[in-house]
């Protein structure tokens, strides 16, 4: 079968087009049971999976495993909140690169300092970084466009009838060293943020007045 590439091409852009995160104001208010929590990431994820008729997106089963490694806090008299919503988009998007002592390294310090605070918290945090989407799909969409016409140069000593398929293959090879190297960056990231939130807590206590306990160590993001 022939592969159209320009049309291969505008079909993955309409698709980053599509692109939408939870938006903080489309998540309730209200403290939410379990199957709400699950009702509500379904309705609103489920275009982000790739077999729509068969990926889970949130399960009861998944939820309490979060509970039980320390990425969600508890739900109060079994309801969760606004903030818990928020945890679990984060912890959605993380789980399918990095590993739960990773997740946890990330999140736990954000949970200890800014969930349900009252102040500046969870969801000032939420959207500051999901903000950069817009953006970021634009430079997608760029490199996207710059691969499909690299791919196009490769190949060129193949069988005519062979090239189309191996320039495609070009193409996901391009993109999976791009996966692999930011995995790299993300991990190494990882790691000196678990040191740097650390530090960020003892300057924290020192400003409140607290003392220093004596012989304690900034925490790592260590797997």
Known sequence: MTIDREDLLNSILKSLDRI????LEDIPNIDLYMDQVTTFMEKHLRST????????????????????????????KK????????????????KGILTINDIQTLLNPLTERFF?????????????VFGLESKHVNLLKEDMKCKFQEAKDTFQDAPE??????QLFSVICMLSFDVYVKK???????????????????EGRKQKGDKQPKGDKQPRGDK
């Open 116 to 128: 349900q605070e009252e102040g500046f918290n969870l969801g000032n945090i939420y959207t500051e």
């Open 161 to 166: 009838g062979e090239r189309e398929f191996l």
């Open 184 to 202: 790299l960056l993300i991990e190494k990231l990882v790691d000196n943020f678990g040191a740097a939130a650390g530090e960020g807590n003892k």
């Open 49 to 76: 999976v790739r077999c729509p008729g068969e990926d889970k997106i949130l399960t009861k089963t998944m939820i309490n495993n979060y509970a039980k490694n320390n990425l969600l806090p508890p739900p109060v």
């Open 20 to 23: 939408e995160y939870i938006k």
């Open 79 to 94: 309801k969760y909140s606004k903030e818990h919503v928020l945890l679990l988009i984060f912890i959605y998007y993380y």
